[in-house]
């Protein structure tokens, strides 16, 4: 168990639908980051925050949205859903900034578009 | 451009063999470097992390990896395999992105099959 925790497990929605998922980061951990785990594209990331603010963009789309809140809990919205945007979406955190401290990862969300 | 490869994205190997997963970065400064373990319906998981200190690495379950700068790689070794290492293995390594920030950029994993 790395500390990290994503809500929901799974999630099955339809094309051009809304949905949000929830990281809460290992407790003592600043960083917040996302990633999207797919067959054809890989481990991507999206974006990451630190304490409250965004510090670094990956490959995120602009239907994609993120936040982190004062708890330090983070949100990925996605919007207008497509076929293409079914995979598993994993939150990592670590406790400084930098790709020099660990990432430590939760067990994932895994979205389904239908 | 910045990338991390890893060599053969299925390695199989009979229990109690020695376990050699390749990874090679693309790179003019060397990066941090890390590999992660991700078993089946689970999050990804550090097993070790080069940092410069030293060119072995020792992770958990007694994984280690060579830095090697001339060659530009980072190879996952493991003496004798255990029915319980096989997963997926993912090379990473970090960089410094176009936009000026760092990022994990992650390789595209080698399955690992142990044969009993």
């Known amino acids: 168990d790395s500390g990290v925790t994503q809500t929901p497990k799974h999630l099955i929605t339809a094309t051009g639908q809304r949905v949000t998922l929830r990281c809460s980061p290992r407790s003592g951990d600043l960083s917040v980051y996302w990633y999207q785990q797919s067959l054809d594209q890989g481990l991507q990331f999206l974006i990451q925050y630190y304490n409250g603010e965004e510090r670094a963009k990956g490959n995120i789309l602009e239907r994609f949205s993120a936040q982190q809140f004062p708890d330090l809990h983070s949100e990925l919205n996605l919007s207008s859903l497509e076929l293409g945007d079914s995979a598993l979406y994993f939150c990592?955190?670590?406790?400084?900034?930098?790709?020099?401290?660990?990432?430590?990862f939760g067990p994932g969300t895994r979205l389904t578009v239908t | 451009a910045q990338s991390v490869t890893q060599l053969g994205s299925h390695v199989s190997v009979s229990e109690g063999a020695l376990v050699l997963l390749r990874c090679n970065y693309s790179?003019?400064?060397?990066?941090?470097l890390f590999w992660y373990v991700q078993y089946p319906n689970q999050g990804l998981q550090l097993l070790l992390k080069y940092t410069s200190a030293a060119t072995l690495v020792k992770g958990i379950n007694g994984f280690e990896a060579e830095f090697k700068k001339s060659e530009t790689s980072f190879h996952l070794t493991k003496p004798s395999a255990h029915m319980s290492d096989a997963a997926e293995y993912f090379c990473a390594a970090g960089f410094i992105s176009n936009f000026g920030n760092e990022k994990l950029t992650f390789g595209t994993g080698t399955r690992l099959t142990i044969i009993p």
């Open positions: 790179s003019s400064v060397p990066p941090y």
């Open positions: 990592a955190s670590s406790v400084g900034t930098g790709t020099g401290y660990e990432q430590y």
